[in-house]
């Protein structure tokens, strides 16, 4: 399947999801996200998931629950060159809405970490293929951030649907993920 057809299907396809079930599926991929190696993280940046993504904040309460001390850094994004910047939050941070609804962190009650410090990054994403290739919104920016992170980064997907057989138009930026989580069980690629 072509980025462009898979943008469209999955956009529909996750739209239309029932709140109810939706709750659910968020815990099923919890349970499977415990699952994760989790020993050696030190700082994660995850982020603030709008109405349709799946939801992050059970993984990141449960993260911390593990680890007190484990930094949690969320992106704060320029459209106009379509990078991002990672900031670590604290109890401190108020987040503030940006251009297209997503939460960001108030830069200025966060601090911004280099990407090499990040030792996990959860993924947002609208699909995922069988090798572990996924299709964002389209703008490129994890992958453009990807490309400044250690090579030896966790990349974790979450996804309310299985994987497709393959993103036929991959191209040289894309950063493959290494694991994949869904309501019924955990890829690793
Ligand atoms: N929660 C979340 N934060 C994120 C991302 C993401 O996918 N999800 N990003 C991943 O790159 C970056 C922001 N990039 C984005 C790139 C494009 C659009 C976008 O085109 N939005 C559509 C509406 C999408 C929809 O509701 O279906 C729009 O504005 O028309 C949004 C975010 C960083 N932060
Ligand atoms: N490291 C990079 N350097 C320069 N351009 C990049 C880089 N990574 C991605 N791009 C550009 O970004 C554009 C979007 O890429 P792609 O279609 O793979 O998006 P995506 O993976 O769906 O989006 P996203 O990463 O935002 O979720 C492509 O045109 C690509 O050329």
Known sequence: ??????????????????????????????????????????????????????????????????????????????????????????????????RRGILEPDPATAVAIPPESIDMVIVPLLCFDKDGYRVGYGKGFYDRYLAHARPDVIKVGLSYFDPIDKVEDRNEFDVPLNYCITPERMYEF
């Open 1 to 98: 399947m072509l980025k462009s057809e898979a943008r469209k299907l999955f956009s529909k396809k996750r739209k239309e999801i029932p709140y109810q079930q939706r709750l659910k599926w968020d815990d099923l991929i919890l349970i499977h996200f415990q699952k994760l190696p989790l020993l050696d993280i030190r700082t994660v940046l995850t982020y603030a998931a709008m109405d349709v993504e799946v939801n992050t904040d059970p993984l990141v309460d449960y993260m911390l629950f593990r680890n007190p001390m484990l930094q949690i850094a969320y992106p704060i994004s320029d459209f106009s060159n379509g990078t991002m910047q990672a900031v670590v939050v604290s109890q401190s941070t108020s987040f503030i809405k940006s």
